[in-house]
T-cell receptor, first 113, second 113 residues
Framework: DGGITQSPKYLFRKEGQNVTLSCEQNLNHDAMYWYRQDPGQGLRLIYYSQIVNDFQKGDIAEGYSVSREKKESFPLTVTSAQKNPTAFYLC????????????FGPGTRLTVT | KNQVEQSPQSLIILEGKNCTLQCNYTVSPFSNLRWYKQDTGRGPVSLTIMTFSENTKSNGRYTATLDADTKQSSLHITASQLSDSASYICVVGSQTGANNLFFGTGTRLTVIP
């Protein structure tokens, strides 16, 4: 899992509530990413950020929001507008040069009922 | 359309046996190909990264091959161990864009004693 931490590991919420997932890295990486993983599907990119105070939408950004106020932190908020929020969420970080190998955190499993 | 397809979807082998996982891709322009190992409920961990000019790379008992002409890669696991039980994900990076990674859906490997 490298130097990336995600918390909590398991999260339960009622439908209609917003929830924020934490992601912190101490690898001094400029870029950070949020992915969603569902059974039988490849990882899908939600948001990514290449520099502090800047971020871009990925393939499935609707219903999610992020902030990048510090280089080390990239929290993800799952809003009530996300129709199917129950999933495994993975945070990753990388350098912005070379192959840009991504290092993943341990993940947060979110269950919304 | 940029796609990454892995086969088989799942595989069961006896401890000590070898196995080979396949990855075919249509991503263009190609930049690099990565293999990740993901234990259940954990984040993916990088096994190998290969660029266009590399056709084989090893990491212990894991050996990845790349044929950029046919757009195929394989991951060979030698003398399998129970701890090899995991999902193996093929990820292809494109040269375009700040973050253009295309994820396969993975092969679920189960090693039984």
């Amino acid at each position: 899992d490298g130097g990336i931490t995600q918390s909590p590991k398991y999260l339960f919420r009622k439908e209609g509530q917003n929830v924020t997932l934490s992601c912190e890295q101490n690898l001094n990486h400029d870029a950070m990413y949020w992915y969603r993983q569902d059974p039988g599907q490849g990882l899908r990119l939600i948001y990514y950020s290449q520099i502090v105070n800047d971020f871009q939408k990925g393939d499935i950004a609707e219903g999610y929001s992020v902030s990048r106020e510090k280089k080390e932190s990239f929290p993800l908020t799952v809003t009530s507008a996300q129709k199917n929020p129950t999933a495994f969420y993975l945070c990753a970080s990388s350098t912005t040069s070379g192959t840009g190998e991504q290092y993943f955190g341990p993940g947060t499993r979110l269950t919304v009922t | 359309k940029n796609q990454v397809e892995q086969s088989p979807q799942s595989l069961i082998i006896l401890e000590g046996k070898n196995c080979t996982l396949q990855c075919n891709y249509t991503v263009s322009p190609f930049s690099n190909l990565r293999w990740y190992k993901q234990d259940t409920g954990r984040g993916p961990v990088s096994l190998t990264i290969m660029t266009f000019s590399e056709n084989t790379k090893s990491n212990g008992r894991y050996t990845a091959t790349l044929d950029a002409d046919t757009k195929q890669s394989s991951l060979h696991i030698t003398a399998s161990q129970l701890s090899d039980s995991a999902s193996y994900i093929c990820v292809v990076g494109s040269q375009t864009g700040a973050n253009n990674l295309f994820f396969g859906t993975g092969t679920r490997l189960t090693v039984i004693p």
